[in-house]
């Protein structure tokens, strides 16, 4: 029993570490960088253990973990569920933070000198695990508010000069999808009266046509998908690339965009399971930005840039995942969504580590053609993680996109599959492209020198090593992702987990 | 009263969009608070808020849902936070672009 009692509270460490060491932080050592940047990492690496300590607590026994917050029953009380998709959701977040966190504390930016940097890398990430961990709709969209602005005060920080204006577009942007999300908060409110995730389920379940519940599924899935950047919500994520903060674009692009996919499969799997189009719909989105962002991609001329709409494309797989909704092809969207974490961060690593050698401190291919042949280990990470994006063994790219392919062919879903299969032909040639542009060109005679300085490349080497190690031993991941997928499938398991069986 | 709220979080969030869509930024910034407290409104009044009495009264019949009006005061602070984060914005766009024109503002190109 006491075992349960600290194994229950050791979900709390991922919110309320970074927390602390961000308000202790602000107020001790705000003129002490590096000492922060030591701290930040503690915090986050202490969430990172207990969140590991939950999954495999939630591995064997097979049962969520809930915390009634303040000692008040859920549905009356607000209260944290770490189920198997939060708590591995958690577990991504968390561990690339901590590689952001490690990029940032060794590279040469000004703005990590900022008082303000490592606070708000560190509120970050309480909020992408607070809002991936709570059971509560209004909770949720405490948490993602708190993401937003953490998310835009770091891009409006930047060393470059039109940070500012990216930081200015992003927020409006994402206040659009927290109004929405506000707005469909009071719809469900009004219709059903609670905003316990789980209660609703049950609710909308008993009586799917109330008044205002189709504005609300409407309101929700324009939020989330402007949160996770999927097609046609998605012109606002390549601009800010090219001006955030390399550590910082690296999370944005990586992990805060699958706060908006957790809250898609929570739509699908909890909320809104028994909606027909839905499924169709995410189908649909999901194979446009397979198509946009393969060919903005290849279209762009700057690599950051060109990271961000593969995001789009990579964020497609997953999206088509979702919809087809059989157990297989959920344990593929979760699968893809962790694996992709580590790929899309590590690569923007290694685009910033390039620009960080050149004078301008620009990803545009015109100013880093050839910078890459100084730093060759930095080539043979990115080709690893190129080839993660484009789906090659050994890497986790292989596995992910082999789930995706195993769904879809057990759904039948041929003709989306040759669609996502033209999509990775694509990346192929992108990647390829500013592979061989970057480390295998020569150097332009009349381009400006490189400056010696560059941000370190242990973060990235760190996330890339991660990406072999999933793909070369993927057992474990697959495993949790498909009893996680079984959880879902039936949604009465999360309503008797987070509500206790019985009635209210 | 209902009818009356209704209209006025419809107007008021009407207006919030036709000036968050204008090209000064200014104008834009407010529309950003007039959208964000047309939705308060909105909160406030799935809580059946009569404005007659407060929500911890004991008179029956009077008593309204005290949840929303939590909800509303938490979406006000955090409204108050972005705006003021919005208005940092416009502080440094004001001194370093000496304009509140979004078409010249906007230098990221593809």
Redesign the interface.
């Known amino acids: 029993m006491t075992n349960d009692r600290l194994i229950a509270h050791l979900v709390l460490v991922p919110l309320v570490a970074p927390l602390a060491a961000a308000a202790f932080g602000v107020l001790v050592l705000s003129r002490r960088p590096r000492a922060m940047a030591r701290l930040a990492l503690l915090a986050v690496a202490a969430g990172v253990a207990a969140i590991a300590a939950v999954i495999v607590h939630i591995a064997a026994t097979g049962e969520p973990i809930v915390i009634h917050v303040g000692g008040w029953q859920a549905p009356f009380g607000i209260n944290l569920v770490a189920d198997h998709l939060g708590a591995v959701m958690t577990l991504m977040a968390q561990s690339v933070m901590v590689g952001g966190i490690l990029y940032a504390s060794r590279c040469k930016d000004r703005c990590v000198t900022y008082a303000v940097f490592y606070p708000m890398m560190l509120t970050l990430a309480a909020g992408l695990a607070g809002g991936m961990l709570t059971g509560d709709l209004f909770n949720f969209f405490v948490f993602a508010e708190l993401v937003m602005i953490s998310g835009t005060v770091l891009t409006a920080c930047s060393d470059n000069r039109r940070g500012i204006e990216a930081a200015y577009k992003y927020f409006y942007i994402s206040l659009i999808a927290a109004t929405s999300l506000l707005v469909a908060c009071g719809c469900l409110y009004a219709a059903y009266g609670t905003l316990n995730i789980a209660d609703l389920s049950r609710s909308i379940a008993s009586r799917p046509d109330a008044p205002l519940a189709g504005i609300a599924l409407a309101l929700l899935l324009v939020s989330f998908s402007i949160k996770s950047a999927a097609v046609p919500f998605h012109f606002w994520q390549p601009d800010f690339h090219t001006t955030a903060p390399t550590a910082v674009s690296a999370m944005l692009s990586s992990v805060v965009v699958k706060l908006g996919v957790y809250g898609l499969i929570r739509l699908t799997t909890a909320l809104f399971p028994h909606d027909e189009s839905l499924g169709g719909l995410l189908v649909m989105m999901g194979v446009m930005g397979v198509a946009v962002g393969g060919l903005g991609a290849a279209g762009t001329h700057d690599l950051k840039r060109m990271l961000a709409y593969s995001t789009l494309a990579q964020i497609g797989f997953i999206l088509v995942a979702i919809g087809w909704g059989s157990p297989a092809a959920l344990a593929a969207a979760i699968v893809f969504t962790f694996n992709h974490a580590f790929v899309k961060s590590s690569l923007l690593m290694l685009a910033g580590l390039v620009a960080s050698r050149t004078s301008v401190k620009s990803a545009s291919f015109g100013a880093i053609t050839g910078v890459g042949r100084s730093v060759p280990a930095a080539g043979v990470l990115f080709l690893i993680g190129g080839m993660a994006l484009m789906g090659l063994p050994p890497t986790n790219g292989f596995i992910s996109k082999l789930g995706v392919l195993r769904a879809g062919v057990g759904a039948g879903e041929w003709a989306v599959l040759a669609a996502l299969g033209v999509g990775s032909l694509i990346t192929m040639v992108y990647v390829t492209r500013a592979f061989q542009r970057v480390w295998w060109q020569e150097r332009p005679e009349d381009a400006p020198t490189t400056s010696p300085t560059r941000d370190s490349i242990l973060a990235p080497a760190l996330l890339i090593t991660a990406t072999v190690a999933l793909g070369v031993a993927p057992d474990t991941l697959l495993r949790f992702a498909s009893h996680a997928a079984e959880f879902l499938a039936e949604p009465g398991n999360y309503i008797k987990a987070s509500l206790g069986g019985g009635e209210p | 009263m209902e009818i009356l709220i209704s209209a006025t979080l419809g107007i008021v969030f009407g207006v919030g969009i036709h000036q968050?869509l204008r090209r000064n930024?200014i104008r834009?910034a407010i529309g950003?608070v007039l959208?964000?407290n047309s939705?308060n409104l909105?909160?406030l009044?799935?809580?059946a808020y009569r404005g007659l009495v407060a929500a911890y009264t004991t008179v029956s019949g009077q008593q309204s849902d005290p949840?929303?009006q939590a909800?509303v005061l938490?979406?006000i602070v955090?409204g108050m936070?972005?705006f003021s984060?919005?208005l940092a914005?416009l502080y440094?766009?004001a001194v370093?672009d000496r304009t509140g024109d979004m078409a010249r503002?906007?230098?990221?190109r593809?």
Not at chain 2, 105 to 108: D, V
């Open positions: 968050m930024v834009s950003l959208i964000s939705v909105l909160l009044h799935c809580g949840l929303p909800l938490t979406a955090i936070g972005g984060f919005v914005i440094v766009f370093r503002l906007s230098q990221l593809h």
